[in-house]
């Protein structure tokens, strides 16, 4: 959220705000919903809901989020295609990819067209192939992950809104683990 905060910060500078005004107004910001929200699910499950949206530098934030929250738990990445990147697309899904790779989860499951890319450049990065699941759908995406999810796992859901990951959000919601 820096990248939205300086140039906010700048703005109110510009417009004759003191700094004490202008750290009051940052401090009493509130992120969206579906945006970096960390819930409590059933059996210590931990849910990071970023599925509002998604781009390369939104990505990585919440892959470092993650990286910070994860300690010892098992860390499942649910990443969905980042839409409307143009001539960028294959480099930011492979750039994902690669970053994904270093966070070595215990398991990567990608929704969509695009997303396929982040699995493949996180396995040629050295994830090992076993981890990675790939669903065209939403129903069938959420259906695997509560499969294989283990209590005290650390999920992040992510993906633009196009991909309406808020559906796996939900489902994790109403999940009960067995």
């Given at each position: 959220?820096?990248?939205n905060?300086?140039?906010?910060?700048?703005?109110?500078?510009?417009?004759g705000?003191?700094?004490?005004?202008?750290?009051?107004?940052?401090?009493s910001?509130?992120?969206?919903?579906?945006?970096?929200?960390?819930?409590?699910?059933t059996?210590?499950i931990?849910?990071?809901?970023?599925?509002?949206?998604?781009n390369p530098?939104?990505?990585?934030?919440?892959?470092?989020?993650?990286?910070?929250?994860?300690?010892?738990?098992?860390?499942?990445?649910?990443?969905?295609?980042?839409?409307?990147?143009?001539e960028?697309?294959e480099?930011?899904?492979?750039r994902?990819?690669?970053?994904?790779?270093?966070l070595?989860?215990?398991?990567?499951?990608?929704?969509?067209?695009?997303?396929q890319?982040?699995?493949?450049?996180?396995?040629a990065?050295?994830?090992?192939?076993?981890?990675?699941?790939?669903?065209?759908?939403?129903?069938?995406?959420?259906?695997?992950?509560?499969?294989?999810?283990?209590?005290?796992a650390?999920?992040?859901?992510?993906?633009?809104?196009?991909?309406?990951?808020?559906?796996?959000?939900?489902?994790?919601?109403?999940?009960?683990y067995?």
């Amino acid at each position: 959220m820096v990248q939205n905060a300086l140039p906010a910060a700048l703005t109110g500078y510009l417009l004759g705000l003191e700094p004490e005004e202008i750290a009051i107004g940052l401090a009493s910001a509130t992120l969206s919903e579906q945006r970096l929200s960390i819930r409590q699910l059933t059996a210590g499950i931990t849910l990071v809901d970023d599925s509002y949206n998604s781009n390369p530098y939104s990505a990585q934030a919440a892959l470092e989020l993650v990286a910070s929250m994860r300690m010892s738990r098992s860390l499942y990445l649910v990443m969905g295609d980042m839409l409307e990147l143009g001539e960028t697309s294959e480099a930011a899904h492979r750039r994902v990819g690669e970053l994904v790779a270093q966070l070595n989860p215990d398991f990567l499951i990608t929704r969509g067209h695009l997303s396929q890319a982040i699995g493949f450049y996180a396995i040629a990065s050295g994830l090992s192939s076993s981890r990675v699941k790939h669903f065209a759908g939403n129903s069938e995406t959420l259906d695997s992950l509560k499969e294989l999810l283990v209590p005290g796992a650390l999920v992040l859901v992510k993906g633009s809104r196009g991909m309406e990951m808020e559906y796996i959000v939900r489902g994790l919601e109403g999940f009960t683990y067995e």
